[in-house]
């Protein structure tokens, strides 16, 4: 875009001839010179005009000057780059936005404007600055709050030529988005300092007061080990859990990494692990036959180090340190079924721990049917369903026949009772030791019999509370009959009071107003 034309006529004036004439020295040359940059400033700036088609020359004994034109550089705003730094700001701190726009001319007609989403933070223009010190770019200070976490920030610059005949050029820059956070208090480990070799341990780690809670990272080690860990969060807690187990014993290092944008902190824990295997309880026979001397054992595991304090429940006697628990006694009918247990004690770390173990002893015994589970005398009701009531005892659990003339009793299958089912049965049981016999009779009562035995029952029963009843009213009455003379003696006792107290309150009436008529 050509702005001006010059030469060397009269210093100042148009023309079109090829020399300057006469007369001109060097100096006329540098104040033409002079004259022509700041021409060229004024419309341009330093850095953005050019000169074509110069030249001066000495010829026929003077100094001559071509045509010279002076043309503007117009250069849109095509790159706009915008900064944010940090990209990652803690609450409450500072953070900058730059734009700046690397090649754009005349810069006086340039104006940036920083956004945030749609909103426009700060606008600046260049016309009122020194051109030749400045460069096309703005800078902001802005303070951190949680509301900006993934804001939009932008730079949007105009080049506005329509004063010099041009058109509005516009650039953006691309969107950047700031990220906020806080995460100021160190990770906290839960877990207990004493670990069992072998079991399932779940670790956890927390972050209190960090935001945001959701995009938090954890990395937790047992050692050199990582382990595999679950992320939860609700408000501004973060936390993670893993399971994990110790497979050796001694102390162990639990250490809990967790980050957050560009920050990271690791706290450490240390552990301690230990071995402490239940204790072993052994019968010397599982299934004794009744009468024979049985020896129970405790000890303790030989993978329990220091060795655990034993106590074996029946034991007349605490063993020494290291030495096994015992008992020796003979077995019983009675004793089938019985458990067994012992208890081992061991210190760790300042910390007593206790294990068990329960050992349960089967006696092995003759078949028996007692009258309190197989009775030898049963009534039943006619007509209605009934069976035999008879469970036997023994080990191994014996078989039971009933039979009657040889025919066996379906003991199964209730049986709707009738007078033919009035008769006595032979009831066997039968295991590998031996067999037992017993016989049962069973009485086959009608129905009106056992109504009246029934409501013989009931009469009997309605007739005892009865005479509970009078009895006790009986007692109750003479107390209440004292009662009631009680009261009445205190009513009669607070009217002769009041009576007494009257006549003196008249007394004393009458004294004053006797006293008042001799004065």
């Known amino acids: 875009m050509a702005l001006a034309t010059f030469d060397g006529k009269n210093k100042s004036q148009k023309t079109n001839s090829p020399h300057l004439g006469q007369g001109w020295q060097k100096a006329d040359i540098l104040t033409l010179l002079i004259s022509w940059f700041k021409v060229a400033v004024t419309f341009c700036d330093l850095y953005h005009f050019i000169f074509l088609s110069y030249a001066v020359s000495f010829w026929r004994g003077g100094w001559h000057a071509h045509q010279a034109l002076l043309f503007c550089l117009k250069e849109p705003p095509e790159q706009v780059i915008l900064e944010l730094q940090p990209a990652w700001v803690a609450v409450d701190e500072a953070f900058t936005v730059k ?137 501004d807690t ?69 060795s655990p304090t034993l106590r074996l429940q029946g034991a007349p006697d605490l063993p020494a340190p290291g030495e096994p628990a015992w008992l020796l006694l003979t077995a019983r009918e009675e004793d089938d079924g019985r458990n067994f247990s012992c208890e081992a004690s061991l210190e760790v770390q300042g910390q007593w721990l206790m294990k068990t173990t329960v050992i349960q002893l089967h006696v092995l015994y003759k078949p028996r049917l007692e009258e309190s589970s197989c009775p030898g005398k049963q009534t039943w009701l006619e007509g209605m369903e009934h069976t035999l009531a008879c469970i036997p005892k023994g080990n191994p659990a014996p078989a039971l026949v009933c039979t009657w003339n040889g025919v066996v009793f379906d003991l199964e299958v209730p049986q709707n009772a009738t007078q033919n089912h009035t008769r006595t049965y032979c009831c066997t049981a039968t295991n ?55 009261l009445y003696r205190q009513k009669e006792e607070d009217k002769e009071e009041e009576s007494q107290f009257a006549v003196e309150e008249e007394k004393s009436t009458t004294r004053i107003i006797d006293s008042y008529l001799i004065e």
């Open 238 to 306: 973060a936390w993670a859990n893993a399971t994990f187990r110790a497979m050796e014993a001694g102390d162990q290092e639990l250490s809990c990494l967790a980050s957050l944008g560009p920050v990271e902190q690791k706290t450490r824990k240390l552990v301690h692990s230990y071995s402490f295997p239940p204790p072993i309880l052994e019968l010397k026979e599982s299934y004794p036959l009744a009468g024979t001397d049985i020896n129970v054992t405790c000890s303790g595991h030989v993978l329990t180090s220091p």
């Open 99 to 235: 734009c700046h726009v690397p090649s754009v001319a005349p810069l006086e007609s340039l104006t940036l404007a920083l956004l945030q989403g749609n909103q426009e933070l700060h606008r600046k223009n260049f016309m009122s600055l020194a051109v030749t010190s400045q460069r096309a770019e703005v800078i902001i200070s802005v303070r951190a709050q949680r509301e900006n976490d993934r804001c939009n920030f932008s730079c949007r610059a105009e080049l506005d030529l329509s004063l010099q005949g041009g058109r509005l050029f516009q650039g953006s820059s691309p969107i950047k988005i700031l990220r906020i956070f806080e995460f100021s208090q160190t990770p906290r480990i839960w877990v207990s300092s004493l670990l069992e070799v072998g079991m399932a341990e779940t670790v956890s780690c927390e972050v209190a007061r960090v935001f945001p809670a959701k995009e938090v990272i954890f990395h937790m080690f047992l050692e050199d080990q990582e382990l595999s860990s679950f992320l939860s969060w609700e408000g």
């Open 432 to 486: 590998q030791l031996g067999s037992v016999s017993k016989d049962i009779a069973v009485i086959v009562q009608g129905l009106d019999e056992g109504i009246s035995s029934a409501l013989f029952v009931v009469i009997t029963v309605a007739l005892g509370v009865g005479v509970i009843t009078i009895a006790l009213y009986l007692s109750y009455r003479p107390c209440k009959v004292d009662r009631r003379k009680l």
